[in-house]
């Protein structure tokens, strides 16, 4: 069964941290791009970083940059979304995808989603 997950989502304060990651079964997300992406309650899907799986040059979006850091682990299979500097307007559903194309790409290029976990930054 195919399936990626990811973990790591809470409560964090404002200027706190959170490390999310993003695992699958059924196959490796080394061999794909890996994006996160956000929605806030009321929000559109948008996307915060991606990883490329040729290159693994990154993206971030402007609201993250110098904040949030990706990287991957591929002996152990598993892209992680550091999350420094976390403020209020962070809080979301953070979903995990992967897909083949570059990075970043719509969200409609990717193949494989989670199941979202929810980052709540809040005193």
């Known amino acids: 069964q195919v399936q990626v997950v990811e973990s790591g989502g809470g409560l964090a304060q404002p200027g706190g941290s959170l490390r999310l990651s993003c695992t699958a079964s059924?196959?490796?997300?080394?061999?794909?791009?890996i994006a996160w992406f956000r929605q806030a309650p009321g929000k559109e899907r948008e996307g915060v970083s991606c990883i490329s799986r040729r290159d693994t040059s990154t993206y971030y979006a402007d609201s993250v940059k110098g904040r949030f850091t990706i990287s991957r682990d591929n002996a152990k299979s598993t892209v992680y979304l550091q999350m420094n500097s976390l403020q209020p307007e962070d809080t979301a559903v953070y979903y995990c995808?992967?897909?083949?194309?570059?990075?970043?790409?719509?969200?409609?290029?990717?193949?494989?989603w989670g199941q979202g976990t929810q980052v709540t930054v809040s005193a």
């Open positions: 059924g196959f490796s997300l080394n061999y794909y791009t």
């Open positions: 995808a992967a897909g083949f194309y570059g990075c970043p790409a719509p969200s409609g290029k990717y193949n494989y």
